[in-house]
């Protein structure tokens, strides 16, 4: 259980911050980095539920738990010594991976087959959950630099993968189910 009975500690005042096992790390860390990115996205889905009802909001508020999960798993470093750690560190879960994966078939199969590509907008929620979309790509492209240096989970990479899909077939479905995509014309204003 998480307890805040104080905001701010003046522990950072240094450009540094502690990550999940207590390092110091500065806060321009890849790693601080990437999660401090699922923390930005999931900002963007709260404001993208302003506009959600139903099922898409609750898709879209577990989605915001997720991310706090990703934060999690991000911020606590050496894999190897989870089994170590006075508690158990969160990690993301293949069938978080899995449950996406689902929601996505489901939203997908009632949207026509795409023949061009779309441009971010339509209705407000679309054009939201682009940029929910996009924010998700870079939390993904930052966790593969991040792999390179150091082992991070790899189903947090598959999340936020699969996420940036959810979001793009969400943002179809919220365009009355694609029928109000914004259709790119290439070489359209040459």
Same mark, same amino acid.
């Given at each position: 259980m998480v307890v805040l009975n104080k905001i701010y500690t003046k522990t950072g005042d240094a450009g540094e911050t502690a990550l999940g096992n207590g390092v110091r790390v500065a806060k321009h860390s890849l790693r601080v980095t990437a999660y401090g990115t699922s923390d930005e996205l999931n900002?963007?889905?709260?404001?993208?539920?302003? /506009?959600? /009802?139903?099922?898409?909001?609750?898709?879209?508020?577990?989605?915001?738990?997720?991310?706090?999960?990703?934060?999690?798993?991000?911020?606590?470093?050496?894999? /190897?010594?989870?089994?170590?750690?006075?508690?158990?560190?969160?990690?993301?879960?293949?069938?978080?991976?899995?449950?996406?994966?689902?929601?996505?078939?489901?939203?997908?199969?009632?949207?026509?087959?795409?023949?061009?590509?779309?441009?971010?907008?339509?209705?407000?929620?679309?054009?939201?959950?682009?940029?929910?979309?996009?924010?998700?790509?870079?939390? /993904?492209?930052?966790?593969?630099?991040?792999?390179?240096?150091?082992?991070i989970n790899t189903a947090a990479v598959k999340y936020l993968n699969r996420l940036s899909d959810w979001f793009f077939v969400a943002a179809r479905t919220a365009n009355n189910g694609g029928k109000d995509d914004v259709l790119w014309v290439p070489g359209a204003n040459r």
């Open positions: 900002s963007f889905v709260g404001v993208a539920r302003l /506009e959600a /009802e139903g099922d898409m909001d609750d898709a879209l508020s577990r989605i915001q738990n997720d991310l706090f999960d990703i934060g999690a798993d991000l911020c606590r470093p050496d894999m /190897e010594k989870d089994a170590e750690a006075e508690y158990p560190p969160l990690r993301i879960a293949d069938t978080q991976v899995s449950r996406l994966e689902s929601e996505i078939d489901d939203m997908n199969a009632g949207l026509d087959p795409l023949r061009s590509f779309i441009l971010p907008g339509g209705s407000r929620l679309a054009a939201q959950l682009h940029v929910c979309r996009t924010v998700a790509r870079r939390g /993904e492209r930052l966790c593969v630099e991040l792999a390179t240096m150091e082992a």
